[in-house]
């Protein structure tokens, strides 16, 4: 195979990928799917994709198609990245893997029965920030990483969000916070312990029986005796959007911004600190979709204007670009079906202990 013919189904936040497809010598993207078909054929007109699904299971009958990536509700991942593999589909799908330990354990089971690929697209491991601090602890200027946090907070407590949302539990969406601190020292989550904080409008309480207006957890890692803190927050809890890891090392340290553009610190000794300016990473992508990757840019294609860079830190193309480079070189992708479901289960399973008082839990090791 010398290029990855790709169906995107999902055309919200998904329609930002199609263009890094179309740009990209080793992918096209070869049809998309969306249910609303008024806006799925406004979509294909104006960037020249001739097929088009209002069907998902139709579009997986397309043998034209080696391969989906999976944008779509997040109840919906589970069971469309399942029928994709039985499919004969590799999959790329957004966060979180699934809303089960069940799809987890499925969704493992068939990548590694059927040799198919499956990229869980966690931005949070490819944003610039990130590529930076794990450039700084690879050379050794870290030194021993002692501690690890990480918080997601979100107020999605505005009208407008699909209804499955309200009420959610925190950390049933935990990879944003948990992926960069399990990544950057490489071993997967072996316990959580958890504890839930304030409560939540009675109605979001009802469809999911969960009071928490925040859930922070703490992990282990196996072979490791670092220990990390996540916090997440989903409604009535004021704060600026935050997607944050902050990491302690012998050497040098990291925190996050506390507001947005205000640079993150780095700290090399007791009393030195500095905002550091965060680099682009285009120059770590190939070329034809390093643009991508810049800060505020403006992707104009075809009279569709997709921002790219800015939004998740410029993670994009270095996700379309794994992914693709996992499957044309048949080797399992960096954010692969077991460390997808090793991170939600991570969250799944950190709910459950703050619903016991913080019984501490083993996440299972697939």
């Not at 004021?238 to 700290?267: A, C, H, L, M």
Request: aromatic share 10%; glycine share 8%; with cysteine.
């Amino acid at each position: 195979m010398e290029k990855l013919r790709i169906g995107v189904v999902g055309l919200g936040f998904g329609a930002e990928f199609i263009p890094i497809y179309q740009k990209y010598g080793k992918a096209e993207c070869v049809a998309i799917c969306r249910r609303n078909e008024e806006k799925l054929n406004e979509l294909g007109d104006k960037l020249g994709i001739e097929k088009r699904y209002t069907d998902y299971m139709e579009m997986l009958g397309d043998p034209d198609i080696d391969a989906v990536h999976i944008n779509s509700d997040l109840k919906e991942h589970g069971w469309m990245s399942i029928e994709a593999l039985r499919a004969g589909k590799h999959v790329a799908c957004t966060v979180t893997m699934a809303m089960t330990e069940a799809e987890c354990r499925q969704i493992v089971d068939l990548e590694e029965k059927t040799g198919l690929k499956y990229m869980m697209m966690e931005t949070a491991v490819y944003t610039r920030e990130y590529l930076y601090f794990k450039k700084l602890y690879e050379a050794g200027e870290v030194g021993r990483i002692q501690f690890m946090r990480g918080s997601h907070q979100q107020n999605m407590s505005l009208p407008g969000w699909p209804d499955y949302w309200y009420g959610m539990p925190p950390m049933f969406y935990p990879t944003h916070a948990l992926g960069p601190l399990s990544d950057i020292i490489g071993k997967p989550v072996t316990t959580v312990r958890c504890l839930g904080s304030g409560r939540i409008n009675e109605e979001y309480i009802k469809q999911y029986n969960s009071p928490f207006a925040m859930e922070t957890a703490q992990y282990t890692f196996k072979d490791s005796d670092i220990v990390a803190e996540v916090s997440r927050s989903l409604f009535d809890t004021i704060r600026q959007y935050r997607e944050s890891f902050d990491i302690y090392g012998t050497k040098k340290s990291f925190e996050w911004e506390q507001i947005v553009d205000e640079n993150p610190v780095v700290f090399s000794g007791f009393e030195d600190a500095e905002r550091i300016e965060v680099p682009d990473t285009d120059h770590m992508l190939p070329s034809d979709i390093g643009g991508f990757a810049l800060k505020n840019q403006i992707i104009d294609d075809q009279h569709v204007s997709f921002i790219q860079g800015s939004g998740h830190g410029g993670s994009h193309p270095h996700m379309v670009h794994e992914f693709v480079s996992a499957v044309l070189e048949n080797r399992p992708a960096h954010v692969s079906a077991k460390v997808g479901a090793n991170w939600t289960m991570a969250g799944i399973l950190a709910h459950e202990s703050a619903m016991n008082g913080g019984k501490i839990l083993e996440i299972p090791q697939l």
